[in-house]
């Protein structure tokens, strides 16, 4: 098959394919119009998050058979287009999940031991061991929602904390162990210390978190996103700290973010944006928790088992 390579990926994966004898292609510095009559021939598509796969971009496509997205995350894909024409679709969530987990909970610990304030603080000659005095994470109960590869990694993560794990996920049943119980989405409002949310973003996630969550809420919280930014209504999420229901929040995606990454859109003058920036309970990064060295080459190495498994009986 050709293999068109829409976004720059570890090498790995161009490496497996064409010595399992498929022809690839780099197209990743292809623009406009001229990137998509590049896909008339191409079988197979590699991508990130650079081009939208809607079907105005697929029509270009026609021998298209598969798109593979170097990542978790699908929402750049028209899934019910590629589903009438048979185009199978690939995801690499097992290449950044422990990536992805690890942030949170560096983020997690970060947060509650005020390390960005006191970091900042020390740097000015400020040595106020009062106010930067920590919590401790044992004993406390971490919600979870979203119980998919990313969840699952997170409450990995926390095993030997001395914490109790709450876990709502509205498509899994039957999956509570003796680190891990099953909860109702209220059951973890309701009884957790910290929440970190492990969700798509879908139509029905979108504001997930908004003033009706946090006002459910039952203890004040550490509030956790790693997965995306449109899942948390901004402007209710700083209402909810300044009213003392959220101790702080770790944001690695952000509602302003472009949907090709590379930064914020163009609403810098927005209040609510002015307002995240300037609240010292909030801890940011720039949509890199699942981007380290590891999954870099994890993420294109999962997508070269997947597709050879899939296209491995055929004639090449």
């Not at 406009?32 to 079988?43: K, V």
Request: charged share 25%; hydrophobic share 40%.
């Amino acid at each position: 098959m050709k293999v068109n390579f829409i976004d720059s990926v570890h090498p790995v994966l161009s490496t497996r394919l064409s010595v399992a004898g498929h022809t690839c292609e780099d197209l990743s510095d292809r623009t406009g119009e001229d990137l998509l009559a590049q896909l008339r021939d191409s079988e197979g598509l590699i991508v990130r998050s650079r081009l939208m796969m809607d079907a105005s971009s697929l029509r270009h496509a026609p021998k298209l058979r598969f798109i593979a997205r170097c990542g978790a995350g699908m929402e750049n894909i028209d899934k019910a287009y590629c589903a009438d024409r048979g185009i199978r679709l690939f995801s690499s969530p097992e290449g950044n999940r422990d990536a992805v987990a690890e942030h949170a909970l560096g983020m997690l610990l970060a947060l509650m031991n005020h390390l960005p304030s006191a970091d900042r603080e020390v740097r000015k000659g400020v040595w106020d061991r009062v106010k930067n005095s920590g919590n401790e994470l044992g004993g406390k109960t971490v919600g979870i929602i979203g119980f998919g590869h990313m969840g699952t990694a997170f409450a990995s993560r926390l095993n030997g904390f001395g914490v109790k794990v709450l876990v709502h996920d509205k498509y899994r049943k039957g999956f509570s162990n003796e680190q891990v119980t099953e909860a109702t989405l209220d059951e973890v409002l309701e009884g957790s210390d910290v929440l970190s949310l492990h969700l798509p973003l879908t139509p029905g996630t979108e504001r997930y978190a908004d003033a009706a969550f946090f006002g459910r809420c039952a203890r004040p919280i550490w509030f956790l996103n790693t997965a995306r930014g449109p899942i948390t209504d901004t402007a209710a999420l700083l209402d909810a700290i300044d009213a003392g229901k959220v101790l702080g929040a770790g944001l690695d995606v952000l509602e302003f973010e472009e949907r090709s990454l590379l930064g914020l859109k163009g609403e810098w003058n927005d209040p609510v944006l002015q307002r995240l920036f300037e609240n010292e309970k909030v801890l940011l990064s720039p949509h890199v928790a699942g981007v380290t060295k590891e999954s870099w080459f994890k993420l294109a190495n999962v997508l070269a088992d997947k597709i050879l498994n899939e296209f491995s009986d055929e004639a090449l």
